[in-house]
Protein backbone atom coordinates (compact mmCIF):
# COMPACT_ATOMS: atom_id res chain seq x y z
CA UNK A 1 0.00 0.00 0.00
CA UNK A 2 1.68 3.29 -0.81
CA UNK A 3 -1.00 5.72 -0.45
CA UNK A 4 -0.93 8.26 3.56
CA UNK A 5 -1.38 5.55 6.54
CA UNK A 6 -2.06 7.02 9.67
CA UNK A 7 -1.82 5.07 13.17
CA UNK A 8 -4.17 4.49 15.42
CA UNK A 9 -7.54 4.78 13.54
CA UNK A 10 -9.40 5.20 16.90
CA UNK A 11 -8.34 6.49 19.96
CA UNK A 12 -10.84 6.79 23.72
CA UNK A 13 -9.14 8.47 26.25
CA UNK A 14 -10.21 10.59 29.45
CA UNK A 15 -10.04 14.02 29.86
CA UNK A 16 -6.14 15.33 30.66
CA UNK A 17 -4.49 12.46 29.32
CA UNK A 18 -2.04 12.83 26.46
CA UNK A 19 -2.36 10.87 23.13
CA UNK A 20 0.09 11.02 19.72
CA UNK A 21 -1.14 10.04 16.61
CA UNK A 22 1.36 8.75 13.41
CA UNK A 23 1.11 9.67 9.97
CA UNK A 24 3.39 7.96 7.27
CA UNK A 25 2.91 10.23 3.99
CA UNK A 26 3.63 9.05 0.46
CA UNK A 27 7.42 8.45 0.13
CA UNK A 28 8.34 10.82 -2.49
CA UNK A 29 6.11 13.60 -0.87
CA UNK A 30 8.20 16.85 0.88
CA UNK A 31 4.61 18.07 2.07
CA UNK A 32 2.85 16.96 5.03
CA UNK A 33 -0.32 18.45 6.58
CA UNK A 34 -2.75 17.84 9.25
CA UNK A 35 -6.05 18.54 9.79
CA UNK A 36 -9.33 18.09 12.03
CA UNK A 37 -12.79 17.67 11.13
CA UNK A 38 -15.41 17.84 13.75
CA UNK A 39 -19.06 15.94 12.53
CA UNK A 40 -21.06 17.52 9.98
CA UNK A 41 -17.88 19.94 9.00
CA UNK A 42 -15.46 19.89 6.50
CA UNK A 43 -11.95 19.56 7.60
CA UNK A 44 -9.75 22.81 8.78
CA UNK A 45 -6.53 23.16 8.30
CA UNK A 46 -3.92 22.88 11.39
CA UNK A 47 -0.63 22.28 10.40
CA UNK A 48 1.84 21.61 7.62
CA UNK A 49 5.37 20.42 7.04
CA UNK A 50 7.58 21.23 4.41
CA UNK A 51 10.34 18.68 4.86
CA UNK A 52 11.38 18.62 8.42
CA UNK A 53 10.51 22.72 8.21
CA UNK A 54 6.75 23.28 10.10
CA UNK A 55 6.25 26.32 8.01
CA UNK A 56 2.81 27.06 9.57
CA UNK A 57 0.09 26.76 12.54
CA UNK A 58 -3.20 27.32 12.45
CA UNK A 59 -4.79 29.68 15.05
CA UNK A 60 -6.62 26.19 16.05
CA UNK A 61 -3.50 25.01 17.40
CA UNK A 62 -3.52 26.04 20.77
CA UNK A 63 -0.35 25.30 22.85
CA UNK A 64 -1.60 21.31 24.11
CA UNK A 65 -1.02 20.26 20.37
CA UNK A 66 2.60 19.85 19.14
CA UNK A 67 3.41 18.48 15.63
CA UNK A 68 6.92 16.84 14.38
CA UNK A 69 8.32 15.77 11.34
CA UNK A 70 12.03 14.84 12.67
CA UNK A 71 13.26 13.44 9.74
CA UNK A 72 10.97 14.60 6.94
CA UNK A 73 9.00 11.33 6.64
CA UNK A 74 6.56 10.39 9.38
CA UNK A 75 4.88 13.20 11.45
CA UNK A 76 3.22 12.81 14.65
CA UNK A 77 0.73 15.18 16.45
CA UNK A 78 0.60 15.42 20.42
CA UNK A 79 -2.14 16.66 22.36
CA UNK A 80 -1.33 17.12 26.06
CA UNK A 81 -4.10 17.16 28.51
CA UNK A 82 -6.65 16.67 25.80
CA UNK A 83 -10.42 18.44 26.81
CA UNK A 84 -14.05 16.81 25.40
CA UNK A 85 -13.38 19.07 22.53
CA UNK A 86 -10.83 17.97 21.37
CA UNK A 87 -12.62 14.73 20.38
CA UNK A 88 -12.83 14.88 16.18
CA UNK A 89 -11.15 13.06 13.26
CA UNK A 90 -7.53 14.12 12.69
CA UNK A 91 -6.40 14.02 9.38
CA UNK A 92 -3.48 13.61 7.43
CA UNK A 93 -2.01 14.39 4.16
CA UNK A 94 0.34 14.71 1.43
CA UNK A 95 1.86 16.13 -1.48
CA UNK A 96 4.50 16.78 -3.60
CA UNK A 97 6.04 20.76 -4.06
CA UNK A 98 4.67 22.31 -7.29
CA UNK A 99 7.27 22.36 -9.75
CA UNK A 100 8.70 26.14 -10.88
CA UNK A 101 6.21 26.99 -13.01
CA UNK A 102 3.70 26.46 -10.21
CA UNK A 103 1.06 23.97 -10.70
CA UNK A 104 -1.24 22.08 -8.77
CA UNK A 105 -0.05 19.66 -6.19
CA UNK A 106 -3.01 17.46 -5.02
CA UNK A 107 -3.20 16.67 -1.22
CA UNK A 108 -3.88 12.71 -0.50
CA UNK A 109 -5.67 12.11 2.60
CA UNK A 110 -4.81 9.07 4.99
CA UNK A 111 -7.77 7.33 6.48
CA UNK A 112 -7.89 9.34 9.43
CA UNK A 113 -7.69 8.85 13.21
CA UNK A 114 -10.83 9.19 15.40
CA UNK A 115 -10.57 10.68 18.47
CA UNK A 116 -13.10 10.67 21.89
CA UNK A 117 -12.20 12.03 25.02
CA UNK A 118 -14.72 11.11 27.66
CA UNK B 1 -15.01 26.41 5.52
CA UNK B 2 -17.02 29.66 6.34
CA UNK B 3 -15.69 30.79 2.48
CA UNK B 4 -17.07 27.98 1.15
CA UNK B 5 -20.65 27.39 1.19
CA UNK B 6 -22.54 23.95 -0.09
CA UNK B 7 -25.85 22.61 0.16
CA UNK B 8 -25.91 19.89 2.88
CA UNK B 9 -28.19 17.16 1.35
CA UNK B 10 -29.12 15.86 -1.81
CA UNK B 11 -31.23 12.80 -2.23
CA UNK B 12 -31.02 11.26 -5.96
CA UNK B 13 -32.69 8.14 -7.45
CA UNK B 14 -30.29 5.57 -9.30
CA UNK B 15 -29.88 6.07 -12.35
CA UNK B 16 -30.40 9.77 -12.62
CA UNK B 17 -27.78 12.50 -12.54
CA UNK B 18 -27.03 14.04 -9.58
CA UNK B 19 -25.65 17.63 -9.13
CA UNK B 20 -23.83 19.33 -6.13
CA UNK B 21 -23.19 23.16 -6.16
CA UNK B 22 -20.87 24.98 -4.72
CA UNK B 23 -20.01 28.71 -4.15
CA UNK B 24 -16.68 29.83 -3.00
CA UNK B 25 -15.19 33.26 -2.06
CA UNK B 26 -11.41 33.51 -3.05
CA UNK B 27 -10.60 34.76 -6.56
CA UNK B 28 -7.51 33.83 -6.23
CA UNK B 29 -8.03 30.08 -5.73
CA UNK B 30 -6.21 28.70 -8.75
CA UNK B 31 -7.78 24.95 -8.56
CA UNK B 32 -10.48 24.32 -7.30
CA UNK B 33 -11.57 20.20 -5.57
CA UNK B 34 -14.03 18.00 -5.33
CA UNK B 35 -13.47 15.17 -2.63
CA UNK B 36 -15.36 12.33 -1.24
CA UNK B 37 -15.43 10.80 2.08
CA UNK B 38 -17.68 7.60 2.81
CA UNK B 39 -18.48 6.65 6.30
CA UNK B 40 -15.56 6.44 9.13
CA UNK B 41 -13.14 6.80 6.13
CA UNK B 42 -10.90 9.59 4.86
CA UNK B 43 -10.88 11.59 1.77
CA UNK B 44 -10.66 10.60 -1.66
CA UNK B 45 -9.92 13.11 -4.18
CA UNK B 46 -12.49 12.89 -7.13
CA UNK B 47 -11.22 15.58 -9.48
CA UNK B 48 -9.58 19.40 -9.78
CA UNK B 49 -10.21 22.40 -12.20
CA UNK B 50 -7.71 24.90 -12.74
CA UNK B 51 -9.11 28.04 -12.27
CA UNK B 52 -9.16 29.51 -16.27
CA UNK B 53 -11.23 26.46 -17.40
CA UNK B 54 -15.34 26.23 -17.78
CA UNK B 55 -15.25 22.74 -17.61
CA UNK B 56 -13.57 19.47 -16.90
CA UNK B 57 -14.99 15.93 -17.65
CA UNK B 58 -13.87 13.00 -16.58
CA UNK B 59 -15.95 9.59 -16.88
CA UNK B 60 -19.27 10.35 -15.39
CA UNK B 61 -17.81 13.18 -13.75
CA UNK B 62 -18.44 17.15 -14.89
CA UNK B 63 -16.94 19.99 -13.19
CA UNK B 64 -18.52 23.31 -14.73
CA UNK B 65 -17.15 26.89 -13.06
CA UNK B 66 -18.40 30.28 -13.28
CA UNK B 67 -15.40 32.32 -11.79
CA UNK B 68 -17.37 35.34 -12.67
CA UNK B 69 -20.18 33.91 -9.74
CA UNK B 70 -17.35 31.72 -7.86
CA UNK B 71 -19.55 29.38 -8.50
CA UNK B 72 -18.34 25.75 -9.02
CA UNK B 73 -20.56 22.29 -9.54
CA UNK B 74 -20.41 19.03 -10.00
CA UNK B 75 -22.39 16.36 -11.86
CA UNK B 76 -22.13 12.72 -11.47
CA UNK B 77 -24.09 10.73 -14.35
CA UNK B 78 -26.05 7.87 -13.75
CA UNK B 79 -26.09 8.06 -10.24
CA UNK B 80 -25.02 4.72 -8.46
CA UNK B 81 -25.72 3.61 -4.59
CA UNK B 82 -21.78 3.21 -4.20
CA UNK B 83 -22.18 7.20 -4.75
CA UNK B 84 -23.46 7.66 -1.71
CA UNK B 85 -21.40 9.61 0.18
CA UNK B 86 -20.24 13.17 1.36
CA UNK B 87 -18.73 15.61 -0.72
CA UNK B 88 -16.74 18.58 0.01
CA UNK B 89 -15.51 21.34 -2.76
CA UNK B 90 -12.46 22.84 -1.33
CA UNK B 91 -10.51 25.96 -2.63
CA UNK B 92 -6.66 26.69 -1.87
CA UNK B 93 -5.98 30.41 -2.04
CA UNK B 94 -2.55 29.89 -1.53
CA UNK B 95 -0.59 27.04 -2.50
CA UNK B 96 -0.78 24.97 0.28
CA UNK B 97 -4.16 25.35 2.68
CA UNK B 98 -7.12 23.65 1.51
CA UNK B 99 -10.42 25.12 2.71
CA UNK B 100 -13.36 22.93 2.57
CA UNK B 101 -17.27 23.32 2.77
CA UNK B 102 -19.42 21.67 5.17
CA UNK B 103 -20.37 19.03 2.38
CA UNK B 104 -22.93 17.57 1.02
CA UNK B 105 -24.63 14.49 1.80
CA UNK B 106 -25.87 12.29 -1.30
CA UNK B 107 -28.15 10.20 -0.57
CA UNK B 108 -28.92 7.16 -3.62
CA UNK B 109 -32.24 5.46 -3.15
CA UNK B 110 -33.54 2.59 -5.56
Known amino acids: DTGVSQDPRHKITKRGQNVTFRCDPI?????LYWYRQTLGQGPEFLTY????????KSRLLSDRFSAERPKGSFSTLEIQRTEQGDSAMYLC????????????????FGPGTRLLVL | GEDVEQSLFLSVREGDSSVINCTYT??????LYWYKQEPGAGLQLLTY?????DMKQDQRLTVLLNKKDKHLSLRIADTQTGDSAIYFC??????????FGAGTTVTVRA
Open chain 1, 93 to 108: ASSSLPGLAGGQETQY
Open chain 2, 90 to 99: AEIPNDYKLS
Open chain 1, 49 to 56: FQNEAQLE
Open chain 1, 27 to 31: SEHNR
Open chain 2, 26 to 31: DSSSTY
Open chain 2, 49 to 53: IFSNM
